[in-house]
C-alpha cells in the first residue's frame, strides 16, 4: 500500500506510554510479513520486541490469516451470555489441556489486564461466596505489573505509572520479588500473623519473570517454596502469564519449570499469535464450585460486550495448531539457544550490565543509562536502532530483544550481529 502522510495527518492519534509532547515522526507500519514490519515509504524494520510481546510467529502468519479470514465468513461476532461458539468451545477445551488439566473452566475477556481483573474477582468472590468475610487481603510482588485498569494497577508497583491514581488503588501486601530462598523464608515469617489469621484471598505474580519492570527474572525454588506456604493456608495463587506464557519462557507456561501450580491463570498477548486481542483466565474445579451455587447473587458479575469473540478464537485456535507442529518445538529450542548465545556476547561487552536469558527473551542493563521508564537514553536507543532497521524499545535502561519465532536464521544473527555493533558504539 503506498501511503505518505504528513506530520498533520497523525495529528489526531493519542499513542499509549508515549509523551504527547511534540510527537512527531512515529513511522506508520503499513504492512508486516514474518519479524518484518514495512512502513509507508517501505522501509523494512526488524521487529526485535515482537509489537510489545503480543506477536508469537511472525507478522500475518498465512495460517492465522486464513483461519480469521474463513471464521470471518461464518461467524464474527455472537453475545457470549447465553450463547456459544463452536472456537470458544474448542479453545477452551485445548487451554485447559495445555495448561496440564488442573483447570476446568476458561472465561475469556479482552487483553491482559481484564484477564486479571478477573482473575482478582474471582478470587476474592470465591471466599465471599462462602460466607468467609475477613478473606480480604491481596499479595503482590514489588516491581510487579500487570496491566492499565483499576484493580490491575492497584496490584502492580507504584510508579510513574501509577502516581496520578495512587489515592484510588486498593491497599495491597507488596512483597519482594523471591529472588532466592533466603528472601522468600523471611516473607512468608513476615506474613505468618496474617496467615494464620486466614485473612490473605490471594497472591498475584509473574511466575520466573517480570516484564515491564525491567525483564527482571527469578529462580524455580524460592518462588515454589512461596507457592507452598500460601497454597498450605488456602491462599488463591494467581499466575499472571499474560507475557510468560505461550513459550516465552521456553515451557507453554512458566508455571510448567514450577512444581507447584497456580490456582488460576492469566493468558493474553500470545494467545492469538498477536493477532488479535483476547484476554483468558483459568480456574481450578475448587474455585469454580464456589461459583456454582444456587443463589444468584453468587454468579460472577463481569463480562465484556466482545467475551470469547469468534474471530480472536479463531486465530488462538489457529495459533495453538501452529504450536502443536513437530517443527515448531525445534524452531523453538533453536531459537532460545541463539538467544542463549547472544545474552553470553552481550555480557562480554564493556558499556553492559547483567547480561541474562530466559527462554525466548534476553536482556541486560545498559551501564550509565538512567533506570526509569521515561529516560532519554533509552528514546534515544530506540532511535538509533530505528536507523539500523531494527525496532527495539528499552525499559528504562534494560534492552530486551525478543523476535517473533519464525524470524529466519539469517535475520536472527543479522540483528544479534547489528546490536553488538550498536552497543559497542554506544
Ligand atoms: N500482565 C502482564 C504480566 C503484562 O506484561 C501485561 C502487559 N504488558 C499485562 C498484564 C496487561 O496486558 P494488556 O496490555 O493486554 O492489558
Redesign the pocket.
Known amino acids: 500500500m503506498a501511503l505518505n502522510f504528513s506530520e498533520r495527518d497523525k495529528q489526531s492519534l493519542w499513542h499509549p506510554y508515549t509523551h504527547q509532547f511534540n510527537v512527531t515522526g512515529l513511522p506508520v507500519i503499513v504492512s508486516g510479513k514474518g519479524a518484518w514490519l514495512y512502513d509507508e515509504h517501505n522501509n523494512a524494520l526488524l521487529d526485535g520486541i515482537s509489537s510489545?510481546?503480543v506477536t508469537l510467529f511472525g507478522h500475518c502468519q498465512p495460517e492465522i490469516v486464513s483461519a480469521v479470514f474463513k471464521q470471518s465468513t461464518e461467524l464474527e461476532q455472537v453475545i457470549f451470555a447465553g450463547f456459544s461458539h463452536p472456537q470458544a468451545i474448542l479453545l477452551a477445551e485445548r487451554l485447559i489441556k495445555l495448561a496440564g488439566n488442573s483447570y476446568s473452566k476458561v472465561f475469556f475477556s479482552d487483553?491482559?489486564?481484564?484477564?486479571?481483573e478477573v482473575a482478582l474477582k474471582i478470587a476474592l468472590q470465591y471466599f465471599q461466596n462462602q460466607g468467609i468475610k475477613n478473606r480480604t487481603k491481596i499479595i503482590c510482588l514489588q516491581n510487579g505489573?500487570?496491566?492499565?485498569?483499576f484493580g490491575?494497577m492497584s496490584v502492580s508497583e507504584r510508579s510513574i505509572f501509577t502516581w496520578a491514581f495512587r489515592d484510588l488503588l486498593f491497599e495491597v501486601i507488596s512483597i519482594p520479588a523471591p529472588l532466592d530462598i533466603k528472601t522468600a523464608k523471611e516473607t512468608i515469617s513476615e506474613l505468618e500473623d496474617m496467615l494464620k489469621k486466614e485473612e490473605i484471598a490471594t497472591f498475584i505474580y509473574?511466575p520466573l519473570l517480570q516484564?515491564?519492570s525491567g525483564m527482571q527474572m527469578y529462580p524455580t525454588e524460592p518462588l515454589n517454596f512461596l507457592l507452598e506456604e500460601l497454597q498450605k493456608h488456602k491462599v488463591i495463587c494467581i499466575a499472571?502469564e499474560?507475557?510468560?506464557g505461550f513459550f516465552r519462557t521456553g515451557t507453554f507456561l512458566a508455571s510448567h519449570q514450577l512444581e507447584h501450580q497456580p490456582d488460576i491463570i492469566?493468558l493474553?498477548?500470545a494467545l492469538t499469535g498477536g493477532f488479535l486481542?483476547l484476554?483468558a483466565t483459568l480456574v481450578t474445579p475448587a474455585i469454580y464450585e464456589a461459583f456454582h451455587q444456587p443463589e444468584k447473587r453468587k454468579m460472577l458479575f463481569h463480562g465484556h460486550s466482545f467475551t470469547a469473540n469468534p474471530l480472536a478464537c479463531a486465530a488462538a485456535n489457529a495459533t495453538i495448531s501452529l504450536l502443536q507442529q513437530p517443527n515448531t518445538l525445534t524452531t523453538l529450542k533453536n531459537y532460545c539457544s541463539k538467544q542463549q548465545d547472544f545474552a553470553q556476547d552481550l555480557g562480554k561487552l564493556k558499556n553492559v550490565n547483567q547480561a541474562r536469558h530466559l527462554g525466548m527473551v534476553v536482556a541486560a542493563e545498559i551501564e550509565n543509562a538512567r533506570s526509569d521508564y521515561t529516560s532519554h537514553l533509552a528514546a534515544q536507543i530506540s532511535t538509533t536502532f530505528l536507523q539500523k532497521n531494527i525496532i527495539l524499545r528499552p525499559l528504562g535502561n534494560t534492552l530486551y530483544l525478543l523476535p517473533p519465532l519464525f524470524i529466519t536464521p539469517a535475520d536472527h544473527k543479522w540483528l544479534h550481529e547489528t546490536c553488538l555493533d550498536v552497543l559497542s558504539n554506544l
Do not use: L
Request: charged letters at 15%; aromatic letters at 16%; glycine letters at 16%.
Open positions: 510489545w510481546w487483553n491482559g489486564s481484564t484477564a486479571v505489573y500487570h496491566g492499565d485498569t490491575a509473574e516484564g515491564s499472571d499474560v507475557f510468560t492469566c493474553s498477548k486481542p484476554g
